[in-house]
């Protein structure tokens, strides 16, 4: 197995072992982020019904308004965080669970949770 297909591998590992704890019930959603090489994208969902209740990231329109060219990537992640957090209050969602996505609590991710949890989600 090659570099690139053992990391993937490895994702994937870590991926079912968060998932398999992990349910968005009405009373407690989920809070699912998937990160890119350049983007990182994060939505609120409920899996009983299986919908997107509220989405953020770095390519909404939104948020591209809000960056500027000397935020590094960690602060972009904040940001998507703190945005997903001012809509997930105009929608009447407080508590979350979160779904690091087999992504590593660190940097990026661990950015966006801080500023979803300094704006008011509790998770």
């Known amino acids: 197995m090659n570099r690139t297909a053992l990391k993937l591998h490895r994702q994937a590992r870590r991926k079912r072992s968060v998932r398999k704890d992990i349910f968005g019930t009405p009373d407690r959603l ?45 602060d972009e992640s904040r940001l998507v965080g703190t945005v997903l957090a001012e809509r997930a209050k105009a929608a009447n969602i407080s ?16 950015a966006l949770a801080d500023g979803a949890r300094e704006h008011g989600l509790d998770f």
Do not use: C, E, P
């Open 30 to 74: 989920r809070l699912a982020v998937y990160r890119s090489t350049n983007h990182i994208y994060a939505q609120i969902i409920d899996d009983t019904t299986a919908r997107t209740l509220v989405a953020a990231s770095t390519i909404d329109k939104d948020v591209r308004g809000r960056i500027t060219d000397d935020m590094t990537k960690v």
């Open 95 to 110: 508590r979350v669970a979160f779904d690091r996505g087999g992504f590593l609590y660190h940097g990026r991710v661990k």
